[in-house]
């Protein structure tokens, strides 16, 4: 169970958005890129400024109005026929990257260690990966808990605004954060477990329909 599991509810509530987006003539891709653009943009203003509560703070509201925006993009491709090739690429690297540029500047706040935020970039990347190696062996893409994307943006963006709240970071957030890493490790083991049982399920059906 993840946040992820709430997005179906999400999307409903995005639904009259993403259809006047569509009749404005925006495209998925155009949502998709300004998603990481803007990203970019947030995680350099925190990184130029990690000891200032208000960029600290702009990091859970763009995190909610990035989740809003990858909600769209994704009805858009799917609802009003703009499905790409290109739009899967840039779904996916989009997610890493905007992923690694919002939480990399983490490990410039003073009291945060930096070497537990790099672990837990390193297993996000390492995360999403597994999930999408999945559809390589012939499984579907995983999005399996604890610690998927939903998850760790909810978990960055309260350590952001308890921050920006000026609460002094110090063993609370690097205690958090080390939970994030070991539950982010679980994620690649259950998404990969999940491959592999899904494969296993679909063969065992072959073989009783032989």
């Not at 947030?42 to 600290?56: E, M």
């Amino acid at each position: 169970m993840t946040i992820y599991d709430l997005k179906p509810a999400f999307q409903n509530l995005l639904r009259p958005c993403c259809r006047s987006l569509a009749g404005a003539g925006i495209t998925a891709n155009q949502v998709t890129l300004a998603a990481l653009l803007l990203s970019l943009a947030v995680g350099g203003f925190f990184a130029l400024f990690p000891t200032s509560r208000w960029a600290a703070l702009s990091i859970p509201a763009w995190l909610f109005l990035r989740m809003a925006l990858n909600a769209i993009d994704g009805m858009l491709a799917r609802e009003h026929h703009m499905q790409s090739r290109l739009g899967g690429v840039l779904n996916e690297l989009g997610d890493v990257v905007s992923d690694t540029a919002i939480y990399l500047p983490f490990a410039l706040v003073p009291g945060i260690s930096p070497v537990i935020v790099v672990a837990v970039v390193i297993l996000s990347i390492i995360t999403e990966m597994a999930g999408v190696v999945a559809i390589q062996i012939g499984a579907s893409r995983r999005y399996d808990g604890p610690m998927g994307k939903s998850d760790r943006a909810f978990a960055f963006g309260l350590l952001a605004l308890l921050l920006g709240c000026g609460l002094q970071p110090g063993w609370w957030a690097n205690t958090g954060l080390s939970i994030v890493a070991m539950l982010a490790a679980l994620t690649v083991i259950n998404r990969v477990s999940g491959a592999l049982k899904e494969l296993a399920c679909v063969n065992d059906e072959a073989n009783r329909s032989e």
